[in-house]
């Protein structure tokens, strides 16, 4: 079952890089203001972090979501319901619920059965936490 509702999106961001093939893959803010670029590391290291909801092009508005219940690409077929969610380095979903003091955007709240899976995840808001 995909959970579906509004979610919370940071206004004015523009894409830092070609995303058009980035929907539902973790983003972080870039160093340069006002742009979301892939966060292509499985550390958030300070970065705000979110999902990228729609297909940008170089420059176009990024709809980047912060918190709220979102769609997520995920790496592995190991996510389970109630699974801390962190991002690896292809921006995509991973399963963050046993890895000590590991970064993490959200909880899944569907599974996955295979790698590529898009699943359901309530994001924590404020750009992640730490376990």
Partial sequence: MAYTTTY???????????????????????????????????????????????KPALGEEVEFAIDGVVKMIVATSTIAIGDGIGC?????????????????????????????DIVSVALYGAGGARY
């Fill in 88 to 116: 690896n380095t292809t921006s995509k979903g991973t399963d963050a619920s046993t890895t000590d003091n590991g970064a993490r955007i959200g909880k899944a709240l569907t599974a996955s059965a295979a790698a590529n």
């Fill in 8 to 54: 919370r999106t940071l206004p004015g961001l523009v894409a830092g890089a070609d995303l058009s093939s980035s929907q539902f893959l973790v983003g972080k803010l870039a160093s340069t203001a006002g742009q979301v670029i892939l966060n292509n590391t499985s550390l958030f290291a300070g970065n705000f972090v979110g999902v990228i909801m729609n």
